[in-house]
């Protein structure tokens, strides 16, 4: 490549030996031609301005440039003062030393290997010889016993036990109250500071796995529905690994209570302040409220008396209307006979009083 | 406020629920003031107390119109006296409607709360037993009320 250039820089100075004086065209300065041989007043004549000396020196000087040529021939070129230098008949057949070199450099590469491989191969490094063997992996990484992997759960084993909120917490007062008592006091009087709360021990696991796998637990404990009704609610204590994905909550603080916990121990607040304002309205007008009392209950009485029933219910609303008909109803037979009777008894009745009462005034005059 | 006054609050009630009407007129008009807000409590506390366990908590408005528009019937003399808008309202405020604390004022709260509790002990012919054990509820939460508010 050099050389290119070198040799452009060679002939260059013909050129510019002919170009750092040119004639100055524009100035009108006659050259020096040759007699007959190029004259400035042909037609067609670009080179007005340079004599035949400075003409003939141009195309001299091209005559010396070298062939034009390819850059494989010029990098041909500059392969002709390397040691490695390969031959023209390789350089024919498009050979290249630097990519041979590349492939003979691709060929001291390490075979290529899986992600597992390389994992292996870094165990290696870091663990005893022995325990790993990264030439012993199969095609399938998943039933590839590792030494290592062995190792991580044997030490998983070691760790402690997995334990709910409740008994971290236990566990906290055991540890803060050791000094003042030796255990965990169950004293219901509440005058311990170190008393657990009773309520959130957790009942005993019932579905622990035999290699000591916690499972979720049961249990149960009456609660009371508002209507004073005993409901039954289940109560579900999971291990610390069961909690769901984001749940940050730090353990050993107790159970978190659900929606209708929550809700519960409100409505208590809730129903107790929602009476307080009920009573404290009917206190405020308590002798208006007795007054309205004793005004509806007059007419309840008045209502009840007027439609007393044979078992004492009230009579019904509809009962009060009766339709009147068009022509009385005639009497049955048997209340006409009773009225017939108790006429003649009465009108007999009147008879013999009023033969009384004569009888006795004549005695009377007698 | 005594526990005193409160027993003669519930033995006015008693009276009337149990329809001894002549004992409850005698009672009611014997009242002085300590026991006439204890007798404003008891009856808040058993109505209170009869509504929940019949409609439970923000009972739908047709049931309480239902129940209302029944009682009116079975009461005319009543019901000329208690419109069905101020019984509804104390059925709502007693089941959970808070707002309606308060919206009617004394007397006509108290008709409406004494002719309504009638009503409902009526419905079902709720024995004596029934009505002692829903007054001695109320007796207590009276007790509880007067003793909170003695302690604010």
Redo the contacts between chains.
């Keep these: 490549m050099s050389e290119v250039y070198q040799a452009s820089e060679i002939t260059q100075p013909a050129s510019e030996a002919a170009a750092t004086a040119p004639p100055d065209a524009s100035s009108g300065s006659a050259s020096v031609d040759n007699p007959g041989s190029y004259p400035d007043a042909a037609p067609g004549d670009d080179f007005a301005g340079y004599s035949d000396a400075d003409i003939d020196a141009i195309l001299a000087a091209e005559d010396q440039l070298p062939e034009p040529r390819t850059r494989q021939e010029a990098a041909a070129d500059t392969w002709d003062g390397a040691p490695d230098d390969p031959a023209d008949s390789e350089l024919a057949t498009g050979y290249d030393g630097d990519v041979a070199a590349l492939l003979a450099e691709e060929q001291q590469l390490p075979e290529p290997r899986t992600r597992q491989e390389a994992a292996a191969a870094t165990w290696d490094d870091t663990t005893p010889p022995g325990d790993d063997d990264p030439e012993a992996f199969s095609a399938n990484p998943a039933t590839e016993y590792d030494g290592d992997v062995a190792a991580l759960l044997a030490a998983e084993e070691q760790l402690p036990e997995p334990r709910t909120r409740q008994e971290a917490a236990a566990a906290t007062w055991d540890d803060t109250n050791s000094s003042q008592d030796d255990g965990l006091d169950m004293r219901t009087d509440g005058s311990s500071p170190s008393q657990p709360d009773t309520v959130t021990e957790p009942p005993a696991r019932n579905n622990e796995g035999e290699n000591g796998t916690p499972g979720p637990t049961e249990g149960q404990v009456d609660g009371h529905a508002?209507?004073g009704t005993d409901v039954p609610v289940t109560i579900e204590y999971l291990p610390p690994e069961a909690r769901t994905v984001g749940d940050t909550t730090p353990t050993g603080i107790g159970r978190k209570p659900t929606g209708a916990e929550i809700l519960d121990m409100e409505g208590d607040d809730r129903t107790e302040s929602?009476?307080?304002?009920?009573?404290d309205?009917?206190?405020?007008?308590?002798?208006?409220?007795?007054?309205?009392?004793?005004?509806?209950?007059?007419?309840?009485?008045?209502?009840?008396?007027?439609a007393p029933g044979p078992s004492?219910?009230?009579?019904?609303?509809?009962a009060?209307t009766r339709t009147v008909p068009d022509h009385p109803v005639p009497p049955d037979p048997g209340a006409s006979d009773a009225i017939s009777s108790m006429t003649i008894i009465g009108v007999a009745a009147a008879v013999a009083l009023r033969h009384a009462v004569s009888a006795l005034r004549k005695e009377h005059k007698a | 406020m005594t526990n005193t006054d409160v027993d003669s609050a519930v033995a006015v009630l008693r009276a009337?629920l149990t329809?001894d009407?002549s004992t409850?007129?005698s009672l009611?008009?014997g009242?002085d003031?300590s026991q006439?807000?204890a007798?404003?409590?008891v009856?808040?506390?058993a109505f209170?107390s009869a509504a929940?366990?019949r409609f439970?908590?923000k009972p739908p408005a047709a049931d309480v119109i239902e129940f209302v528009a029944e009682a009116?019937?079975?009461?005319?003399?009543?019901a000329?006296?208690?419109s069905a808008e101020d019984a509804e309202t104390v059925i709502r405020?007693?089941t959970?409607d808070?707002d309606l604390?308060?919206a009617l004022?004394?007397?006509?709260?108290?008709?409406?709360?004494?002719?309504m509790l009638?009503a409902l002990t009526?419905e079902n012919?709720a024995p004596a037993a029934a009505i002692d054990a829903l007054l001695a509820e109320a007796a207590t939460?009276?007790e509880d009320?007067f003793q909170?508010?003695a302690g604010r």
């Design positions: 508002q209507n929602r009476l307080d304002r009920l009573f309205e009917m206190v405020k007008e308590a002798g208006d409220v007795s007054d309205g009392s004793g005004a509806i209950g007059e007419a309840i009485v008045i209502d009840d008396r007027s004492g219910h009230p009579q019904p609303y509809h009060t | 009337f329809r009407f409850y007129q009611r008009e009242l003031a006439q807000q007798f404003a409590v009856l808040a506390a209170t929940a366990r439970g908590e009116r019937a079975s009461y005319p003399t009543a000329g006296i208690l405020a007693s959970g808070d604390i308060g004022d004394g007397r006509r709260s108290g008709a409406a709360q004494t002719a009638f009526r012919e939460q009276a009320y909170r508010r």
